[in-house]
Nanobody
Protein backbone atom coordinates (compact mmCIF):
# COMPACT_ATOMS: atom_id res chain seq x y z
CA UNK A 1 0.00 0.00 0.00
CA UNK A 2 1.46 3.32 -1.08
CA UNK A 3 1.35 6.05 1.54
CA UNK A 4 2.20 9.73 1.17
CA UNK A 5 2.73 11.84 4.26
CA UNK A 6 3.13 15.61 4.00
CA UNK A 7 4.76 17.79 6.60
CA UNK A 8 6.08 21.32 6.99
CA UNK A 9 2.94 23.41 6.78
CA UNK A 10 2.13 26.17 9.20
CA UNK A 11 1.21 29.80 9.79
CA UNK A 12 3.62 32.37 8.39
CA UNK A 13 3.62 36.03 7.42
CA UNK A 14 3.66 37.38 3.90
CA UNK A 15 7.18 37.30 2.50
CA UNK A 16 8.26 34.35 4.63
CA UNK A 17 9.39 30.95 3.39
CA UNK A 18 8.31 27.39 4.13
CA UNK A 19 9.51 24.01 2.95
CA UNK A 20 7.01 21.20 2.56
CA UNK A 21 8.08 17.57 2.53
CA UNK A 22 6.28 14.48 1.32
CA UNK A 23 7.58 11.08 2.35
CA UNK A 24 6.44 8.14 0.24
CA UNK A 25 6.39 4.56 1.44
CA UNK A 26 5.17 1.23 0.14
CA UNK A 27 5.76 1.95 -3.54
CA UNK A 28 8.36 2.45 -6.24
CA UNK A 29 9.06 6.12 -5.59
CA UNK A 30 11.80 6.47 -8.18
CA UNK A 31 9.44 5.65 -11.07
CA UNK A 32 6.69 8.06 -10.02
CA UNK A 33 6.19 11.56 -11.26
CA UNK A 34 5.43 13.67 -8.20
CA UNK A 35 3.43 16.83 -7.81
CA UNK A 36 2.04 19.32 -5.35
CA UNK A 37 -1.52 20.57 -5.60
CA UNK A 38 -3.36 23.00 -3.38
CA UNK A 39 -6.94 23.65 -2.45
CA UNK A 40 -8.27 26.82 -0.89
CA UNK A 41 -11.60 26.81 1.00
CA UNK A 42 -14.51 26.58 -1.38
CA UNK A 43 -12.30 26.14 -4.41
CA UNK A 44 -11.12 23.30 -6.59
CA UNK A 45 -7.80 21.58 -6.19
CA UNK A 46 -5.16 23.08 -8.49
CA UNK A 47 -1.77 22.05 -9.72
CA UNK A 48 1.15 23.89 -8.12
CA UNK A 49 4.32 22.12 -9.22
CA UNK A 50 5.44 18.79 -10.65
CA UNK A 51 8.66 16.86 -11.12
CA UNK A 52 9.45 13.93 -13.36
CA UNK A 53 10.67 10.64 -12.00
CA UNK A 54 14.32 11.46 -12.64
CA UNK A 55 14.00 15.04 -11.49
CA UNK A 56 15.21 16.34 -14.83
CA UNK A 57 11.91 18.01 -15.70
CA UNK A 58 9.82 20.36 -13.60
CA UNK A 59 6.66 22.33 -14.21
CA UNK A 60 5.04 25.15 -12.26
CA UNK A 61 1.77 26.99 -12.16
CA UNK A 62 2.19 30.56 -13.36
CA UNK A 63 1.10 31.85 -9.95
CA UNK A 64 4.12 30.30 -8.22
CA UNK A 65 6.75 30.40 -10.93
CA UNK A 66 9.92 32.07 -9.67
CA UNK A 67 8.89 31.69 -6.02
CA UNK A 68 8.43 27.93 -5.48
CA UNK A 69 10.91 25.15 -6.20
CA UNK A 70 10.06 21.46 -6.36
CA UNK A 71 12.77 18.86 -5.84
CA UNK A 72 13.08 15.20 -4.97
CA UNK A 73 15.50 12.86 -3.28
CA UNK A 74 15.01 9.37 -4.65
CA UNK A 75 17.32 7.92 -2.02
CA UNK A 76 15.00 9.23 0.69
CA UNK A 77 11.72 8.63 -1.16
CA UNK A 78 10.85 12.25 -0.51
CA UNK A 79 9.69 15.21 -2.57
CA UNK A 80 9.98 18.80 -1.40
CA UNK A 81 8.35 22.11 -2.14
CA UNK A 82 10.39 25.16 -1.20
CA UNK A 83 8.04 28.12 -1.01
CA UNK A 84 9.55 31.59 -0.94
CA UNK A 85 8.05 35.07 -0.89
CA UNK A 86 4.76 33.67 0.32
CA UNK A 87 1.58 35.66 -0.28
CA UNK A 88 -1.82 35.51 1.44
CA UNK A 89 -3.25 34.01 -1.75
CA UNK A 90 -0.96 31.00 -1.26
CA UNK A 91 -3.10 30.03 1.73
CA UNK A 92 -4.49 26.54 1.11
CA UNK A 93 -4.21 22.90 2.00
CA UNK A 94 -1.26 21.51 0.07
CA UNK A 95 -1.43 17.94 -1.20
CA UNK A 96 1.33 15.69 -2.44
CA UNK A 97 0.48 13.32 -5.30
CA UNK A 98 2.21 10.47 -7.10
CA UNK A 99 1.66 9.30 -10.66
CA UNK A 100 2.73 5.81 -11.70
CA UNK A 101 3.58 7.11 -15.14
CA UNK A 102 6.76 9.09 -14.58
CA UNK A 103 5.71 12.10 -16.63
CA UNK A 104 4.32 15.28 -15.06
CA UNK A 105 0.64 16.01 -15.47
CA UNK A 106 -1.28 19.04 -14.25
CA UNK A 107 -4.54 17.07 -13.93
CA UNK A 108 -5.67 15.70 -10.58
CA UNK A 109 -7.31 12.65 -12.16
CA UNK A 110 -4.01 11.43 -13.60
CA UNK A 111 -2.44 10.94 -10.17
CA UNK A 112 -2.80 7.57 -8.49
CA UNK A 113 -1.87 8.30 -4.89
CA UNK A 114 -2.51 11.25 -2.58
CA UNK A 115 -1.46 12.44 0.81
CA UNK A 116 -3.77 13.81 3.48
CA UNK A 117 -2.63 17.39 2.99
CA UNK A 118 -0.90 20.00 5.10
CA UNK A 119 -2.29 23.45 5.87
CA UNK A 120 -0.36 26.53 4.82
CA UNK A 121 -1.67 29.86 6.06
CA UNK A 122 -0.06 33.14 5.05
CA UNK A 123 -1.10 36.24 6.96
CA UNK A 124 -0.83 39.73 5.52
Amino acid sequence: QVQLVESGGGLVQAGDSLRLSCAVSGGAFSVYAMAWFRQAPGKERHFVAGISRSGSNTNYADSVKGRFIISRDNAKNTVYLQMNSLKPEDTAVYYCAARRIGIISTNTYEYNYWGQGTQVTVSS
